[in-house]
Every structure is written in structure tokens, then in C-alpha cells.
T-cell receptor, first 115, second 112 residues
């Protein structure tokens, strides 16, 4: 596997379910990110992890809970979601945390549908 | 607050022709970078081109070039000799410390 991978690619869950999204990067990067992509809206940065520590949390509801056990893995734990949380969730990584000169490498995303 | 605005939701261009995608931004960062990303249908987002804000020279990558107007806070993308494989969503983004701000995207369709 190369680059940034995400599982599952598609997820349908009820509002009372608990599920997790997984992201793995094989690039040796030190920063990882979660984004929410909704139609006709800008990409929303949700969480930023730098060397496994969370450095940004952009007013994301507590029903989204990130976890970064090491610099290669990132999880997004989901519980009691709302239908408006349906979106494409993208994971990304970049080489050097905090330095915005570097491009981000994106995963293919998880298409989440909340019923 | 940082913002990025892409005013063209959709565009189309004939194969082999040139198209320009618009982007304006606002930032309070002194040291920032600007990016264009491409997201083909059902495929991963990838970087197209990057511009350092402190450099006056416009970045170029093969058929892709930018027109960076710092004073006007404008950062447009020109695609020359458009190819069918250029069909995608294009996102303009600006960055600062731990921040990446994206626009709403422009859906580009290249017509055969």
C-alpha cells in the first residue's frame, strides 16, 4: 500500500450507532488531518494532529471523536450522528507539522450516510 | 479569518483549448502558500500546483500555470491544451500555520 488509505470507503449508519473511520498513511509524514467535504461547501478542516498530538479542533461537535495512536494512523470515532453529518470524510497527511509550505496528501475518503 | 472564494461553480472547455479558473483569498498570515488541488470523479485529491506568496514569479507545472496577484489577493489557474483527463473538481486553497483553507471548488468538464 502506498500513499494515504481510508477504510471503509462507504458507510451507512443509523443515528444511534457507533462506528469508526480509519486512516493510514505510508509516507512517513508527521501531521494528519480530518476534513468534511459536503456538496457546494468549502472543505471543512475538522482536526489536526501533529506528532500524535491534537493541535487544532475547529469547533467540531463532540459526537466526532478523533484518535491518533501513532503518526501513521488516525481514527474518527462517530456516535449519535445527525443526518446533516452525511458527507465525504477525507483524511490527509503532510510531512512537517505546523509548516504550511507543504502540500497535503489525501486519502480517497469515506462516504458516510446517516439515516 | 482566512477565506478562499471560487466564484465559478462549473465550467466547461473544449479539448485542446485553454481555460482559466478564478480564485480570490483573504488571509492575515504573513507567511502563507497557495495551492490548486484537483479531485477527479471518485478519485483522490491531488496537488496541481503550489505558489509561495513571497515569490513574485508565477508557478508553472507543464500545462498548468497560475496568475498570482498578491495585492489583489487573486490566484487563478490556467490550464493550457486541455485534455479529457483534466475533467475534475478544482479546489483553491491557502495555508498558514496548521491551517489549510479551501474554496468551494470549480467543476471543470473538458468536452471532446
Amino acid at each position: 500500500e502506498t500513499g494515504v488509505t481510508q477504510t471503509p470507503r462507504h458507510l451507512v449508519m443509523g443515528m444511534t450507532n457507533k462506528k469508526s473511520l480509519k486512516c493510514e498513511q505510508h509516507l512517513g509524514h508527521n501531521a494528519m488531518y480530518w476534513y468534511k467535504q459536503s456538496a457546494k461547501k468549502p472543505l471543512e478542516l475538522m482536526f489536526v494532529y501533529s506528532l500524535e498530538e491534537r493541535v487544532e479542533n475547529n469547533s467540531v461537535p463532540s459526537r466526532f471523536s478523533p484518535e491518533c495512536p501513532n503518526s501513521s494512523h488516525l481514527f474518527l470515532h462517530l456516535h449519535t450522528l445527525q443526518p446533516e453529518d452525511s458527507a465525504l470524510y477525507l483524511c490527509a497527511s503532510s510531512p512537517v507539522p505546523g509548516l504550511a509550505a507543504y502540500e497535503q496528501y489525501f486519502g480517497p475518503g469515506t462516504r458516510l450516510t446517516v439515516t | 479569518a482566512q477565506t478562499v472564494t471560487q466564484s465559478q461553480p462549473e465550467m466547461s472547455v473544449q479539448e485542446a483549448e485553454t481555460v482559466t479558473l478564478s480564485c480570490t483569498y483573504d488571509t492575515s498570515e504573513n507567511n502563507y502558500y497557495l495551492f490548486w488541488y484537483k479531485q477527479p470523479p471518485s478519485r483522490q485529491m491531488i496537488l496541481v500546483i503550489r505558489q509561495e506568496a513571497y515569490k513574485q514569479q508565477n508557478a508553472t507545472e507543464n500545462r498548468f500555470s497560475v496568475n498570482f496577484q498578491k495585492a489583489a489577493k487573486s490566484f487563478s489557474l490556467k490550464i493550457s491544451d486541455s485534455q479529457l483527463g483534466d475533467t475534475a473538481m478544482y479546489f483553491c486553497a491557502s495555508s498558514g500555520t496548521y491551517k489549510y483553507i479551501f474554496g468551494t471548488g470549480t467543476r471543470l468538464k473538458v468536452l471532446a
